[in-house]
């Protein structure tokens, strides 16, 4: 028998054995995050809104209030929220080295825990990380409220893991993406920052529906290019460097009929594709 051979026939063997054994194949990386964000859903409807982020934030979390805080420190040092806050994934993301993804999906808060009706919707944005071996944990959590526009979706949500490998170099690339996007939107080249996004990219504006796509992209850029600053304070990219997340403080020019300069938060996740071009996955950008 040649080693070939030898290989395949031990897969096989490997492959009976366990089936004989009754274990399940391991859930796949996006399919392990998913599971994760239900189980922290359930735990915010069973045990309350702060003990339930207190169980899931990484040391290094971060949540908007309405700049960039230590999350951790941010809840312990509030009571008990009270209501009943639930939420779904709609897509999730992960990357091939299954330590760095991103959930996102419909939000809905009740004052109440038994009413019918939500007091408050919308759609929320979620970073995870994980260490080899260990649970995920969040790293960031956000999200922006919109007009209540039905009940929670029941269905599965759409699971995305990352295969290709990455070269050494391309965490910095995708901070080369960033820039590009941020120095397009200060030249008021809206078309040259949409042209960067993914065809799926998710799009999350204050007071707005859900929205995905780059001409969706676009449209909502346009009240923010112009003269703008923007410093990232997050940047935390996979170690296969294939996802990147970078998020920070921004300011850009006055609404319509406006005189002041808007303060506001952002938060991208950039994405490298199979050709090896970082795309823009999700852009969030919101007041503060």
């Known amino acids: 028998m040649d080693l070939k051979r030898a290989v395949v026939m031990a897969g096989f063997t490997l492959v009976a054995l366990t089936r004989a054994a009754g274990q399940a194949p391991s859930p796949s990386p996006a399919a392990s995050l998913e599971a ?40 312990e040092e509030r009571p008990p929220q009270p209501g009943l806050l639930a939420w779904a994934p709609q897509r999730v993301e992960v990357s091939r080295a299954a330590d760095l993804g991103y959930t996102f999906g419909p ?15 919308g759609r929320y944005l979620s970073i995870w990380k994980r260490e080899k071996g260990g649970p995920w944990t969040l790293l960031l959590d956000t999200g922006v409220g919109h007009p209540c526009s039905g009940p929670l979706p029941g269905g599965a949500a759409e699971l995305l893991s990352l295969q290709a490998a990455m070269e050494e170099s391309a965490d910095r690339k995708a901070l080369d993406a960033d820039h590009a996007f941020t120095a397009a939107l200060k030249g008021n080249d809206v078309a ?17 529906l859900p929205a995905s796509g780059p001409e969706a992209l676009a ?29 920070g ?39 503060r």
């Open 36 to 75: 994760a964000e239900h189980a922290f859903a359930r735990a915010a409807a069973e045990k309350g809104i702060r003990e339930a982020f207190l169980g899931v934030l990484a040391e290094e979390a971060v949540v908007f209030r309405p700049g960039p805080v230590a999350a951790r420190r941010w809840y």
């Open 107 to 121: 939000w809905e808060y009740r004052k109440d825990p038994k009413s019918p009706s939500p007091d408050a919707c």
């Open 192 to 208: 040259a920052a949409a042209a960067l996004a993914a065809p799926d990219v998710a799009v999350f504006r204050e007071g707005a």
């Open 219 to 247: 449209e909502a850029l346009r009240p923010a290019s112009g003269q703008a600053s923007w410093t990232a304070s997050l940047v935390w990219p996979a170690s296969s460097k294939d996802l990147t997340l970078v998020a």
């Open 249 to 287: 403080i921004a300011t850009v020019p006055p609404a319509a009929g406006q005189d002041e300069p808007r303060a506001m938060v952002f938060a991208r996740i950039w994405r490298r594709d199979s050709a090896g071009i970082w795309r823009l996955a999700v852009d969030y950008l919101a007041p």
